[in-house]
């Protein structure tokens, strides 16, 4: 290896290699899930409480991260707000992900004229712009987390669809499928048992980039006024309703930014530098 | 004493593990070679050989080192040189012919700017003169159209075509040493034997010195003047081809020599009750690949009415080279193709087209073994998730009474019960190929169908794999469906042998008949086997009517 062992001593006792930067982007990405789970317990003024005379008054003893353009804290705001940028685009990339492999390993398995229906559809939805759609969804049946996650859902159903068909389709050729196919094993046994192990580590990291893609989207469409609705705010909300405050080089607006790039960031780097397992036949 | 073209002084190669840990592989190695003279490196896999030929080049696998020691070629150390140093030397003065000529050629580029570009690279001479030099080159290593065959694509010419134009493309630049890494390995018997005699006699013209990488003794037999045999990165023995042949010391190269005569097959009785029917009748069988035609045929037909007989506790071999249908033939008996025509009668019954149309106790009385342990076993399980499923699916075990069969079953293919944790990759390609094996064996078939389940294997493992299957079977009552390109191992283990030639089956013969085949392409292949005594290749007379018959040379 050319590269210098850059093992931490902790992961090396179990037998993996965790680079540093990993284990610092995941500490953030904790940070982030610990947050969303216990924002309500964290926040030091109510997020709808106008707590300062002035808006987007400078960060102080009292007000952390300054005010915002109503006067409000935006410490709190940013706390709370992370439960709905983590928890809305969570749940829409986890059924994206689990709907598109699922599908992609039926479709490879299958072959033939199932596989040929599936793509073509996936493919025909994955030609429409996805900001495009999301507006006309959020238009036609208007704003809610239920409509968020769905159509988050949707738009990123095709990517890990064909992500996955790829592939399952290199795996589906190997012999060992075929030793199972003749010993007459199910679709679902092949699926679960011959296919998804072989594929879960590439599909994990899709699942983060997408993840990350999901976090962009939503932040996007609050940005434009589309997502999450008021008196809630998640992140894009938050740089949204203070954009006025960017004159005024405010913390207001550019503690939310810097909260969206630092999950982002920090999951794309995770992804990146997972453990490896260390394989050495011969140690003792 | 000749002067020594290539000296190897104490070479060590360290190779660093995953963790950190540094392993020698090759132990002070120290080794000659004269001008003009071909010494074979030859050794089980992972025994270090082509780690030293390629030292040859200054070249160490990613993740390995040269570590010490001293490779002088023409007088200069190798090891000490720098990248550019190496740079120039590689190609011009040592060049290297690979294993497998059909990976090392670039698909998409013409045949003879592949061929001349070592010369180019050196700026050796003129494009003009090297097109020149090509052609001779081709021309002395015996290749169809030596003027034309340059301007087609790698995948325009034949297997054993492109490792020849490999040979000229190392030859071009008049190096004065050869790294040949099992040139042969990936051919047919009968077209190595083309391939062999161009080497030899352009070696032989131009007195080239060079590196045979094999484990193939029979063929180093005919082309090498001394012989090393390595084991675990270090020198076993070291001799001139006779001397090994003929007096050889160390135990391991006794084995390797053993393997060449497997212990002959004691042929089952034949059951001679006229109602008994055979356990399988495959019954003018073809199959093809491809859409259907007009004429109701697919596309490409590779097994074209195809019909044989295993009667309970024999063995069948099918025989043939690359591309005769006898995978094929071995998929459809399987069920994982469906064949075009034809029928399959197993244990009386008529067998369905395909698995999915035969019941479970049918698959079960019926496996199939595949060459590649690697693709064969599914990496993310240990040997015991692969040894449990059978189990669990077709007998219903309980999970106590799984676990005590695994163990059998490990005993059974010698495999130690410690292993039963491990993932393939942690596995030889021995041990890999007994766990795959043992697979099939969990089912409790009646027969097995190998396919060329040892060509990827050694020659001292291969036969080890053979004797056991042929212990397994006195000790079952299994049947064996034996596929495979290499004669000897079919003659070892077969009752019956069924001789395949472009997807129809042209003979069927016995062991015993084997020294005098009726038709000529059996003739053709009994012939190609290459043998021990060095003086074979060169004796060596084939019908060049028959040659021209049934090699696509």
């Not at chain 2, 040979?167 to 040139?183: C, R």
């Not at chain 2, 099939?440 to 001292?460: G, M």
């Not at chain 2, 000529?520 to 086997?529: A, D, I």
Request: proline letters at 5%; one cysteine or more; charged letters at 20%.
């Amino acid at each position: 290896m050319t590269k210098p062992a850059s093992s931490t001593a902790f992961g090396a006792r179990f037998g993996y290699r965790i680079s540093p930067v990993g284990l610092t982007a995941a500490a953030v990405v904790l940070f982030w899930g610990a947050v969303a789970l216990f924002a309500p317990r964290l926040v030091p003024y109510s997020v709808g409480e106008i707590v300062d005379a002035d808006y987007f008054g400078p960060i102080s003893r009292e007000l952390w991260l300054g005010s915002d353009y109503l006067g409000r804290d935006v410490f709190s705001r940013i706390l709370m707000g992370a439960r709905y940028t983590v928890g809305i685009s969570l749940a829409a990339v986890a059924i994206a992900c689990i709907c598109g492999v699922t599908l992609g390993m039926i479709a490879a398995i299958t072959g033939g004229l199932p596989d040929t229906i599936l793509s073509r559809f996936l493919d025909a939805m994955s030609s429409i712009p996805s900001k495009l759609f999301s507006l006309v969804v959020v238009a036609a049946v208007g704003s809610s987390i239920p409509v968020l996650i769905i159509t988050l859902s949707v738009i990123y159903i095709p990517g890990a669809y064909r992500f996955a068909r790829a592939l399952a389709v290199n795996i589906n050729t190997m012999d060992f499928v075929m030793v199972a196919r003749v010993r007459g094993e199910s679709l679902g046994y092949l699926i679960r048992a011959e296919i998804l192990p072989n594929i879960v580590g590439p599909v994990l990291a899709d699942l983060g980039l997408r993840f990350v893609f999901i976090v962009l989207l939503l932040s996007g469409l609050s940005f434009l006024g589309l997502g999450v609705q008021p008196p809630y705010a998640d992140w894009g909300a938050l740089v949204h309703e203070n954009i006025g405050g960017l004159a005024f080089g405010a913390p207001a607006v550019i503690f939310p930014s810097l909260a969206i790039a630092s999950l982002t960031i920090s999951v794309n780097l995770l992804i990146d530098n997972l453990p490896t397992k260390i394989r050495d036949r011969g140690a003792a | 004493m000749r002067e020594s073209l290539v000296q190897i002084r104490d070479l060590k190669v360290e190779a660093t593990t995953d963790s950190g840990r540094k392993v020698e592989i090759i132990r002070g190695v120290s080794l000659d070679i004269a001008v003009g003279e071909i010494v074979a490196l030859i050794g089980e896999s992972g025994s270090g050989k082509t780690t030293i030929a390629m030292t040859l080049l200054g070249y160490a696998r990613s993740g390995c080192t040269i570590s010490g020691g001293a490779v002088w070629v023409d007088g200069a150390d190798i090891v000490a040189m720098s990248e550019t140093e190496k740079a120039a030397v590689r190609g011009a003065k040592i060049a290297y012919v690979p294993q497998s000529a059909a990976a090392a050629f670039n698909p998409a580029i013409r045949i003879m700017d592949q061929v001349i570009e070592v010369v180019r690279i050196h700026q050796l001479m003129p494009p003009a003169e090297a097109r020149a030099k090509a052609v001779a080159l081709f021309r002395a290593l015996s290749l169809p159209d030596p003027e034309t065959i340059g301007d087609r694509y790698p995948h325009q010419v034949s297997g054993g075509q492109l490792q020849r134009l490999a040979a000229a493309m190392a030859l071009i630049g008049d190096p004065k040493v050869l790294i040949f890494d099992e040139p042969t390995t990936a051919l047919d018997v009968t077209t190595q034997v083309e391939v062999l005699r161009a080497f030899k006699a352009v070696i032989g013209a131009q007195r080239i010195a060079g590196i045979y990488v094999s484990h193939d003794l029979a063929v180093v037999a005919q082309i090498a003047d001394r012989i090393v045999v390595l084991k675990g990165g270090e020198v076993q023995e070291e001799g001139t081809t006779a001397d090994i042949l003929n007096h050889a010391q160390h135990p391991y190269t006794r084995q390797l020599l053993a393997a060449f005569a497997p212990s002959p097959h004691v042929v089952a009785p034949v059951m001679e009750t006229p109602g008994l029917k055979p356990m399988l009748e495959v019954h003018e069988l073809t199959v093809g690949y491809g859409p259907l035609q007009q004429d109701g045929r697919p596309l490409i037909v590779a097994v074209q009415s195809v019909s044989l007989k295993v009667a309970q506790g024999r063995n069948l071999g099918i025989i043939g080279e690359s591309g005769c249908g006898k995978s094929t033939l071995a998929r459809a008996i399987a069920g994982i193709l469906s064949p075009h025509a034809g029928g399959i009668v197993f244990n009386g019954h008529e067998l369905g087209r395909n698995a999915r149309k035969r019941t479970r106790d049918q698959l079960r009385e019926l496996q199939i073994v595949f060459q590649h342990a690697d693709t064969a076993l599914n990496p993310a399980k240990s040997v015991e998730d692969i040894l449990d499923r059978p189990l669990a699916f077709y007998h219903g075990m309980s999970r106590k009474a799984r676990s005590t069969r695994i163990d059998q079953l490990l005993d059974m293919v010698r495999l130690p019960r410690a292993l039963r944790q491990r993932r393939p990759a942690e596995l030889s390609g021995g041990q890999k190929q007994r766990v795959n094996f043992a697979r099939a064996l969990a089912a409790d078939p009646k027969l097995i169908v190998c396919d060329e389940i040892t060509s990827a294997l050694d020659a001292v493992v291969a036969t080890a794999v053979i004797d056991l299957l042929k212990e397994l079977q006195r000790e079952l009552g299994l049947s064996y469906i034996f596929i495979s390109h290499d004669l000897s191992v079919v003659e070892a283990i077969c009752d019956e042998i069924v001789v395949m030639y472009g997807g129809r089956k042209v003979e069927e013969i016995t062991p015993a008949t084997l020294a005098a085949p009726q038709h000529p392409y059996t003739q053709l292949l009994v012939s190609s086997v290459p043998k021990l005594d060095p003086t074979w290749l060169d004796t060596l007379r084939q019908d060049p009517e028959q040659v021209r018959a049934y090699c696509q040379r």
